[in-house]
């Protein structure tokens, strides 16, 4: 009965113990990658809501000016490439 009592005392201290950090561990793991994607669903969001309006405010001058540059088209086809430029540009970092 002795040896039954320290057999199981053996397994509960030592491979329990084990068994217990490895899934402590492992869930530890998968739950620093779920706050990693949450984070940067955070700062994404943020970043948009912060940037949001000046972009806006920049894309619709550059609607502005092309819609002037197109009323004399010939006469400003670089100016219309190069806004067209920084368009692309903005709309990237969004």
Known sequence: MDDLTST??????GDLISIAGNILSIASFVLTVL????????????KIRMRGPSLIRELSKSASNLSNYVLEFDDFIPQIAEELGKIGVKLRSL
């Open 8 to 13: 199981i005392w053996t397994f509960l201290t």
């Open 35 to 46: 706050l990693l994607v949450e984070t940067r669903k955070l700062r994404n969001f943020y």
